[in-house]
């Protein structure tokens, strides 16, 4: 490109140079030319490329279209070579599903979330289904999947899925969840919590390893007792309480007031600000093994936090002193300003 743009502009001064009164008119046509063509030299590849990359992604984002001639053949006709999926198939939560979604028995079942099929049978498995999720990105899975679970008795758990950590990281459906082949026939996940979640989070699971933790490996909680897995409107994709306050409080519903004299932490930062939720050396789930330490981040004369500093008769040098001997009401009182008891 620079080798062009060179020889033209040797050639444009050439013909300036020579150029007289009687043939300036013809010069400044061909010095026109010369810049249009050395422009759109410039400035067509980085076009081409952008068009080829917008026609890539829009193969990649767009479902194949099903052939108008196919028609609805019926689950039976696709047990006769898919017999290990037919069999239990009935007795999947879809089967009842696509009955009620599909309008009819006609389209029950398989065809109900792979297209119709008929063109497929005919063809000995040749011509390829509607709607292969094998074939298919991620996005296009779960939009499939939405088409029904966006909507319904399962609106509210899923509806935020697009827009979810999960979708972002291009997470489907089908990395969680086997349709035809789950071990969980309530859910479909390809494996039972945690171990399921733990194929991705490994950090949180050694954390549930610790000391101190909630009990999921012990099967008392679950993952998504405090997630949802399929998108919320907060950070972590974090549940809320019934009164649309942090979750920790659907259990914890002592901690949560409200009290005339709260803690300040609690309702701003939240119970995170002082404890590791998923699991922790110390006791209690706190962030450090001494609580004065933990209270010192906030309580000292040059904290920005505006709370009060610690008091000078406060001897921190005594061992094994915490602030919660006295400081007993530490999430909030309804009788001490100062949380004791």
Known sequence: MQMVLGVQREHLNTMIKHSTAKNWLPAAIAIAAVFTCATSLAGGAPQQAQ?????????????????????????DTCKTCHDDIGKTFDQNPHWKTTLNKRAGEAKQGCEGCHGPG????????????????????????????????????TAQEQMNFEHSVHAENSVSCLDCHSVHHSPDTRFLLIKEQPQLCYGCHRDKQAQFNMPWHHKV???????????????????????TASAQDAVCFTCHEDKQGPFVFEHAPVKAEGCASCHIPHGSPNPHLLRYA????????????????????????????TQFQACTLCHTQIHGSNFDRDFFK
Do not use: W
């Open 118 to 153: 008929s063109e497929h049978a005919s063809s000995g498995g040749q011509t390829p289904i509607p709607f292969d999720f094998t074939k298919m990105t991620a996005k296009q899975v779960s939009s499939r999947c939405l088409d029904c679970h966006a909507t319904g008795a």
């Open 290 to 317: 001494n609580v004065n330490q933990l209270c010192l981040q906030c309580h000292t004369t040059s904290s920005f936090s505006a709370a009060p500093g610690t008091p000078s008769f406060h001897n921190q040098a």
């Open 51 to 75: 068009k080829k990359q917008e026609s890539k992604a829009a193969q990649i984002n767009q479902a194949p279209a099903t052939s108008s001639a196919a028609t609805y053949v019926g689950a």
């Open 217 to 239: 490996n012990e099967g008392l909680v679950r993952c998504t007792d405090c997630h949802n897995p399929h998108g919320s409107f907060i950070q972590k994709q974090l549940r």
